[in-house]
Nanobody, 123 residues
């Protein structure tokens, strides 16, 4: 079983930055596509960003383009989300996800999920 553990969340003022990490353990594969989703209170879990197994292909939600960057280090079985120019509307629990098929923007496209890490952006 693959386990994903997110870290790096916290409280930051609007305009600030955070870097989230997701470490994979267990029966991992370098062929995994990795993604970040987020869920604000009372809202659905929404797509944020994804990166394919090679690290050469990425996808971003329009709301975070130009502000967030997803990257991965396959040697460390870790994916990162660098979040800059944070806005209060970025406040959510951020979840790491993985699959073996490719980049999808829906939660149903992913087989493995982390527990989430809270990101709070104050105004």
């Amino acid at each position: 079983q693959v386990q994903l553990v997110e870290s790096g969340g916290g409280l930051v003022q609007a305009g600030g930055s955070l870097r989230l990490s997701c470490a994979a353990a267990g029966r991992t594969s370098v062929t995994y596509t990795m993604a970040w989703f987020r869920q604000a209170p009372g809202k659905e879990r929404d797509f944020v960003a994804a990166i394919d197994w090679s690290g050469r292909n990425t996808d971003y939600a329009d709301s975070v383009k130009g502000r967030f960057t997803i990257s991965r280090d396959n040697a460390k079985n870790t994916v990162y989300l660098q979040m800059n120019s944070l806005k209060p509307e970025d406040t959510a629990v951020y979840y790491c996800a993985a699959n073996t098929l490719g980049i999808y923007r829906t939660t149903t496209g992913y087989d493995y999920w982390g527990q989430g890490t809270q990101v709070t952006v104050s105004s």
